[in-house]
């Protein structure tokens, strides 16, 4: 109960706070033409590149894992049985 009474007051709170609370000019689309905006669209850009370069290194690294796993599979089906003592 106490959960709900916290989760309705910080939505109160958010309704009536001030306009320029609710995003900045880059997210709400106001003054573009400014340096600080200017400023936060290339640290978005920057940050977008540094985590599509992460997480395509994660996908490279699987694949490769995943290939090399196949390769030693298919290794092991066709290496002649050894003979038994």
């Not at 309705?8 to 000019?25: G, T, Y």
């Not at 709400?28 to 978005?44: K, L, S």
């Not at 395509?56 to 066709?78: C, D, H, P, Q, V």
């Amino acid at each position: 109960m106490k959960l709900i009474v916290k989760i309705l007051l910080l939505m109160i709170a958010a309704l009536l706070a001030p306009a320029p609370a609710f995003a900045c000019a880059t997210c709400y689309g106001g003054n573009v033409q400014t340096p600080m905006t200017e400023g936060m669209n290339w640290g978005i850009f920057t940050l977008m590149g540094v985590i599509v370069t992460v997480l395509g290194t994660f996908l490279t690294f699987f694949i490769y894992i995943l290939r090399k796993s196949a390769a030693l599979a298919a290794a092991a089906e066709k290496a002649p049985e050894s003979p038994k003592v």
